[in-house]
């Protein structure tokens, strides 16, 4: 369902780019909401897809270990989906925030077993799936070119907090999972473009976001845990909003 979703969300996008496109250069004469940037407060609706992954650290334990030969952090795909607010600073700088903001994504990590467990179905190599359902609190300062018609650019960076109500971190039994906490904060950083409709601002934005805190729950009893020592997020994410 989710990479179902996900596909929708490219197509949606890449549509929605072209069309703007086609559209601008089409009404590039006419200048459309042409007070919106005056508004001190807008807001919008953001949905995107996101391509994420654990950077980690291999724990001393590892080296020593006789049966995980390797580790690795697979990139995984999933969706955002959020409500902005932005609150206009002055001609070129604007607050974003998102009040509801969440984020699903499904990270791996694939090991090379040098002894597997048959009698526990492990296999040579095996993947251990980690399901996230966040809720991200980002706060952000833009910067914003001059308007050119109906269209202009932006970057900004920010903060964010993320509290992950699928981590396992409190689980007694977790199979051999990897236990992670469940709050974690970081930074961002992008860019993007608005492009100015009749009745609406349509926005494509890239953006990279940088976890700084540990969220790995250390298990030294668990296989799979006890040879990675620090693991960090990190996300590409792609999204349209409406404003």
Request: aromatic residues 14%; glycine residues 6%; proline residues 2%.
């Amino acid at each position: 369902m989710q990479y179902l979703l996900r596909n929708k969300i490219i197509l949606t996008f890449l549509l929605s780019v072209s069309f703007s496109i086609n559209s601008f250069s089409q009404l590039r004469e006419v200048l459309n909401l042409e007070d919106h940037d005056q508004k001190l407060f807008h807001f919008g609706i953001h949905l995107g897809t996101n391509r994420s992954h654990y950077s980690f650290s291999h724990h001393p334990v590892f080296i020593q270990s006789d049966s995980v030969l390797t580790v690795e952090s697979i990139n995984s795909s999933g969706i955002n989906l959020g409500w902005l607010v932005n609150m206009r600073l002055g001609e070129h700088f604007d607050f974003r925030t998102y009040p509801l903001n969440l984020v699903f994504s499904e990270k791996s990590f694939i090991y090379q077993l040098k002894y597997p467990n048959s009698q526990l179905g492990e296999e040579s190599t095996m993947t251990k799936k980690l399901q996230g359902i966040t809720l991200s609190f980002p706060v952000q300062i833009k910067f914003t070119s001059d308007r050119i018609k109906n269209l202009k650019v932006y970057m900004f960076a920010g903060a964010k907090y993320e509290y992950d109500f699928a981590a396992n971190t409190g689980d007694k039994k977790t199979d051999n999972q990897i236990k992670l906490k469940k709050g974690d904060f970081g930074i961002e950083g992008g860019m993007g473009f608005h492009i100015y409709f009749p009745v609406f601002v349509l926005t494509p934005e890239l953006k990279l976001g940088y976890g700084l805190r540990n969220i790995h729950a250390r298990d030294a009893s668990l296989k799979y845990s006890n040879v990675i020592d620090q693991i960090y997020s990190r996300a590409l994410t792609l999204s349209l909003t409406i404003e």
